[in-house]
């Protein structure tokens, strides 16, 4: 099964299989504007999103991520660190810090 992970502000579809990580949009989207990650470990903070559509639809938000979310000003549930989420559903994303 796959579902649609939108990545906003263009509008950016990706298909991705039930359960994948969300690090594989790197691979999906290679020379596209994606989400920048660095440690894939939850630690650097660089890979901080927030979720427009589909909060439930990307795994367990464990206390460590909201935390480190706390601290990176990112406190709220609609926030996550992308290499921490899985996809189980359709979402609607966008890269925390983006400005136009
Ligand atoms: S890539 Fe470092 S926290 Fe997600």
Redesign the pocket.
């Known amino acids: 099964m796959l579902f649609k992970v939108t990545l906003m502000p263009h509008k950016t579809e990706v298909w991705l299989p039930a359960n994948a990580p969300l690090t594989d949009l790197e691979y999906e989207l290679i020379g596209k504007l994606s989400i920048p990650?660095?440690?894939?470990?939850?630690?650097?903070?660089?890979?901080a999103i927030e979720v427009i559509e589909g909060i439930n639809d990307l795994g367990e938000k464990e206390a460590n991520e909201a935390s480190f979310l706390e601290e990176l000003g990112y406190a709220g549930d609609r926030y996550r660190?992308?290499?921490q989420c899985r996809v189980l559903g359709e979402t609607t994303i966008r890269v925390a810090d983006y400005t136009e």
Do not use: H, I, K, S
Request: proline fraction near 0%.
């Open positions: 990650f660095g440690c894939r470990a939850g630690a650097c903070g660089v890979c660190l992308a290499c």
